[in-house]
Nanobody
């Protein structure tokens, strides 16, 4: 059974940074998509960054491009989201997710949450102005 466990959230001032981690247990995402999403209460969950496991090229939402960096360790057991130049509007619950159902032979992972079937419990990021 696949489990995703996030950590690293916290409270920072605007302009600060945090490194979020996501441990992947019970699954090797050899040819599927994994990613980071975030959600503010009352709003839809939105994609932040996604990557195809066989690729070194993440895709980012326009809102975080240039400020966040998505990476994974060589064993593909941990995902990282390095955030920087944080803004109050980045405040949200951050989730990592995996799509263990749909193959993506072209490696184009979606930035929408619907295809992703496995989710972590989330880690809160709060940015104060």
């Amino acid at each position: 059974q696949v489990q995703l466990v996030e950590s690293g959230g916290g409270s920072v001032q605007a302009g600060g940074s945090l490194r979020l981690s996501c441990g992947v247990f019970g699954y090797t995402y050899s040819s599927y998509c994994v990613g980071w999403f975030r959600q503010v209460p009352g709003k839809e969950r939105e994609g932040v960054a996604v990557i195809f496991s066989g690729s070194d090229t993440p895709y980012y939402s326009d809102s975080v491009k240039g400020r966040f960096t998505f990476s994974q360790n060589n064993a593909k057991t941990t995902l990282y989201l390095q955030t920087s130049s944080l803004r109050p509007e980045d405040t949200a619950m951050y989730y990592c997710a995996a799509d263990t159902i749909h193959p993506y032979p072209g490696g184009a992972c979606p930035l929408i949450p619907q295809p992703y079937n496995t989710w972590g419990q989330g880690t809160q990021v709060t940015v104060s102005s």
